[in-house]
């Protein structure tokens, strides 16, 4: 995850905008803490593996991140609550120093969490008196990126937690599923049986070739990976108009897709056999019919809804099988940015993906929201990208290796966190995100 | 840990016996939720490694064992709260069916603590119940086993918590260290430096040779392992009259006992170069001192206390540079058994080894309590040893390859659940029991 | 390593072309054998680790490949010597079956040296007689591939060569240093001491930016990957005029570049850690100044010559300490391609990098050969590109996940192979091929 | 495997006694030069797992012993080959020095064989040279030792060149089966199918209990870890008169052995999973019949023959299975030493494990040879055990833990290797050198 190169440039002195930061800040803390609601102390401190954090973890990390960069070089008088929070609350700046090692996040059951709660109340604090008054320079841009990084953690926290759940024999459920009716009809779903007519079927919309320039405008927050922008060539393509569903996996793996080496990267049949993958994370089979892990419990898989919790290696061999591809991730921003920015995001609290509409107004369903999409970009440098100085530098650059793009965000993303030219990235094997893909092909 | 081949056999039908079965039990369980006053949700949840369990997770498994094997059925019309309880608490019977993998118990932030708390009242009450009118056939037998079996969990709980502790770089305390003012004198030990006379220098007990019967006499319970009572032959050897202590330990470090191959068991160098063992667990330098993290929290360490937490391999590696060796089991036992059961256990409520008391009357000193001591004897089937029908069979036979035995119990032991045929049992590597040694030589 | 989509499709059916085929594939079979002399029948058999395969095995893979794709397929009549070669001596095509687990090719003592040699004039034989005659439609381009194939594996054959012999403490040569003298010379080097000037000082070589057609232009064999030709934006950039050199790497070292995380990707920190690397592949000190090992056993170190098995993680770190970067495989290609194809292959009988010559005509020195030259690029799909049907199709594509590109080729590859199209590609971890880097940076 | 402890004490000065020690010492190195007559280059220098040796290393590691522990000390003038054989050649003497890590014996192409030859030639002429002089006070007792000591490689160098032969697809044979016809009877055997009487019926032999004396009794060569002689302690108990057989083992896969966990010990059932067994090392399933890679090639198992290649923990369950349970090693040498020490050793030719003999005059059949024999006894110091001064030292003692003891040898033991106090040891899930068992089980 990303940081701004020289956050100070946009840097707005206006008293009216500094006030508005002030309260996009607090009300972006007060929506990750809500986030824990009904969860246990327990809940909130188990890490459930070396990729994922515990919930407390996002909650202390995300204040040590203010208090490191912010309050520490800005906020003259600052307190800092405890000193050894900078050692168990790092995440990978190792120009900040040493810190408890990763796997070894979830061993903290202290602080408790109540600890943690006073901590951000802390940094709360501490943060709005220096946005109150006439703001340091430099702070305000540290600021923002503050705002954005906290956004990504709690779509962090909502998919380790998903994990954590997942593990655990007795389902439990964060959140409760609204629409149980809809349980009811999937339930006969088995995967590849005959079932009614797709309502959604897939059409194909094609674009043109030709020079176009992608990556951030600079007329807002971009991350330091979305620049410079540049210009790229594109040889016509097309793009489905919807998110590959549920449905049309049943159907790969019906067809042996799992089983069937010629579909596959190399490394992604090694891993298919090393890890004995059958099917997306999370799906498992009770009595015949496929049902699916959630952060609303276990429900009945539902077909027309997108599939998620795939990994890059079963994008690509989907995609195959299917005599398409994926798209690149500038195929993907020239065909996005003519869209409005909308859709199953966390703010309309289902944090499941749901099936496309079938009257929507866009040529390209299911673009922001429901599931990130796979891309066949690996992550890399922009041409003329350049490491922030510090430890922000540490934010994206050093992770430009092994790593795929994907775009567009999903159920589980906060509203107002994305733009066409955002870049998420997973290595190929990861499979815990809200993580799907949109089919794309050659025209012409 | 080991089980009872026939519980059945000495089973008293009397009243007043069963009465007292009952308030034993009572006691018992009573004791064990006490360990856990104090700690948070997240403390009784985590697993901080393989071979450690949450402390939930010995409460309900300790609970389970009552269920599954004495309630379940002797007690006509027992309730099960929850079916699923025997998955996920059942440890390693086989034949009683599938179960929780034993490097995911710490995935289990659900059932809630306050949960096994009422399952643990839920199955008090049912055994209480079936205590107090006339008890079927069987039974006794079975929750005498349940309470020995509740102990050994109770000693394991504190080694797995203090394990958890340890990891944890705010080192938390479970419990306060009483004596203050030891710390403060102690602190200037650095582990090889010139140190006030030690007032507790060993000496040589010499013990004769001849043919002993060992093993369980049969006027109590005792583990299967501890069966049938045989005769061995002992060549006259002498036992030191108390405990290796830390500063022992301190000279060969000095000495660079872990540096020097010769000392050591093959596998215990390999053991040693793979981890980097250069002190016991749980020392560390601080400042150019020794401290050692305890059940109260990081303390300084103690030279005249006994050395704890270190594996087979450095007490064979310790002896064989002291010119000496361990113990067998068989000379420990004869040499115990003129003894009294007495010593610094669990009900000392210091949960920490203590220095050897210079006006000991007996002529062994801190034989038990203190710390496990490691003798040159592997886990083996006495002759004649049958492994029982049924589940509790796999209690403690299905163990008996690669293990040590340890005698005489430690600080963290149960009072009343020890005697002189006692055997404990780990693996040569494993160092987070309260382990140590006493020195013997061969006579004449 | 790379096939060609439709190997037919450049057929020229005329009876001189196809003599000159039958020639070439002769020379290329009688060179890859006498890359074994002098060798033993065990170092022809030993596997030095996974990535790297034995001797024999390359010679009997080269010869099964012509057996399954030209042979079987085009030879009417044609005798296959073993059935069981087809298990033993198959790569990775897995629609070709079952085969020999890669980590386990060194275990095949039989078939002898002897029986694989005799295999080998056995294909010969049979590929000469089909090409004497009309040759059946669609052998001709299999043929083709089957060289370049083979070509492949020459260079393969003597890196892995090179691993064997490193691990051995004897440090056998394969073949004789002929400039003994320049050892002498550079005995007193010991990595950043100061040495007499460098003649060979690094220049930057301007190219203009704009929109430029790379990849495979039809007039001669290329690999699909190298397909199809498109257009790629460029903006204005620089390259060093040579390779970085041992001098260069050992300023790296002496200003502790192994030790400062901040260089490195966070994947390369941490292979750095875990393996310890703190040199290249094949340096060590001895007596206080850097001794390497080559084909021609262990040699002081040559300041001057470029700097080698470097994985990609490393050369990134160089560059970035340098404040450069480097090139991504279409500047160089760009660069490239108006340069003769000539440098220090493996004709020159060298088999080691060697310093850039002072009286060069072309703007960039050792363009090709001594070091494949590691690229900013990952190895991916140029659009358009598809994998050819059938078993050949497996020969670049399933590769194309998290591996970099390199360009130029080495001291070990063969004359004639190259191309400023040719990608070669390898794990950002690996340091066994003969691998460096050549700076570059952005302009304007 | 085990060093004598004061080699000089029985040594014999007188002028016969040493020429005949010459002569056995001069057919042992002979012995073993004719163990690879028809094996490569290849097949002498390849290490198939890290348990392993090269056979080429066996014939240097053992000349190297000598060099070592007689030429260095006592030869005057004698002159080391090559320095560097010390590194290469040291199996686990930490206290001669460092050494070529055991995981890469098999890299060691070079030296090659002809020179090892060469190296063997040079130590025998030494050591011949020293003999038939006046020898040096303490030379002979370790003349002694490296003569037991090159046994035991004999028989490793089969077992891992066993091992080495049977990773290969095309399953080489060192010897020629001399009894084709007896191939051709056992094709049908199936495993568990019923099949002619057995004529080799297991009977029970019955001992007595009481007070015996164990281990060496000092009129010969032994090895320091059978003394010093005790006594033990033994109740009433009987022995098979037989090995078990292949087709007692084909009942127990039949009856799903291999998938019942309550059979196994808990160590030994992890391991069932982890490698997937399902049947002796060696047993493959061909068109419905067992067949067993041996030494002679892959053979058609022969239901009559003792089963071998097992395991501790096979070996334990299937004694469990029956009923019954293994020997303890004290319970054996008590039975055996009443017994002529004969039996099917290397010095018959025929390397593979043989049906009982019918007509036996001794109470128990097979009691030297065939397969090593696992007891129930974990390898450990015997009372008053004391580890010798030196390097020597290491032979034995630094084993004692986590291994089992085995006794009677096998079909690859050279003759006059063996006595009833002889102890040999391995891990407990070791399979690869000829082991198999003899049931026991209590009496009275």
Redesign the interface.
Known sequence: MPTRIEPAAAEPAVVGQQESLRQRLLDCRACTLALIEGL???????Q?MDDASPS?WHLAHTSWFFEEFVLGPYAAGYRVIDP?YR??FNS?Y??VGAR?PRP?R????????GEIVDYRRHVDEALSALLAGPAPSGALGLVELGIQHEQQHQELLLTDLLH?FA????R?AWRTAPDAESAARQQAWAGASPSPADATEAKWVGFEGG?FEVGDEGDGFAFDCERPR??????PYALADRLVTNRDWGEFIADGGYRA??W??????ARVQAEGWHAPLYWERRDGAWVQMTLCGELALDPQAPVSHVS??EA?AFA?WRGARLP?EHEWEVAARAQPIDGNLASSGRFRPRPAALDAQAPLRQLYGDVWEWT???Y??Y??FR?AEGAV??YNG?????QFVLRGGSCATPQGHLRATYRNFFY?HQRWQFSGLRLAR?CG
Chains 1, 2, 3, 4 share one sequence.
């Open positions: 246990s102390d327990a809940d909130v401190t188990v459930s407390k050894r050692f168990l990978y190792e120009a408890q070894r979830g061993m903290l059951t202290r602080p408790a969490i954590l593990q655990n024999p007795l439990p020079c540049h210009r790229v060539v594109l040889v080496p010629h596959w990267l190399a490394d992604g049949w890059y290696f690509d195959r690149t066949a970009s690996p890399c440098a041409p003329g490491i530098g540490e050093k992770f430009m290796c092994g190929p050659d």
